[in-house]
């Protein structure tokens, strides 16, 4: 019985030990932190994307006024649908497709739109969407005629 008791005596001491070292080991944060700051002064400010259709749009292999339809029934803002209100507008201009949100927003959900569209009408086999700039996606052209002049010197 004595030395059950000391065993269990000595446990809690041990664990008592450990939590206090724990608590002891665990960073303080500072009051003035960036990362303290920057969740509470978080900046609204609008995400701005560019859609450059130009080459296919001065071929007539895409129409901008339906891609822009299909941005805007397709683009989900709070899991809905056709619901922009005033966290997403997106507007056209000739041959590009302007889309300014509030985030969250992602570049990667308007490639993602833009090759369903492509799929949707066929294109996929023609048109690639590939990132110039930091805010901008351009439509181009597979370089299929490269490859096929490499097939033919390779026979």
Sequence with gaps: ???????????????????????????????????????????SSNLKFVLNLSAP????????????????????????????????????QQAKINVTAKPPFSKRYLKYLTKKYLKKNSLRDWLRVIATDKSTYELRYFDIHDNEEEEAMEE
């Design 1 to 43: 019985p004595r030395i059950a008791l000391s065993l269990s005596l000595f446990s809690s001491l041990c664990f008592s030990f450990k939590m206090v070292k724990a608590k002891a080991a665990a960073p303080v944060k500072k009051a003035g932190s960036k990362k303290a700051t920057q969740k509470r002064g978080k900046k």
């Design 57 to 92: 749009v001065d071929d007539g292999l895409l129409d901008p006024a339906i891609f822009e339809k299909f941005l805007h029934d397709r683009v989900k803002v709070n899991g809905k649908t056709g619901v922009l209100g005033n966290k997403v507008h997106i507007t056209r």
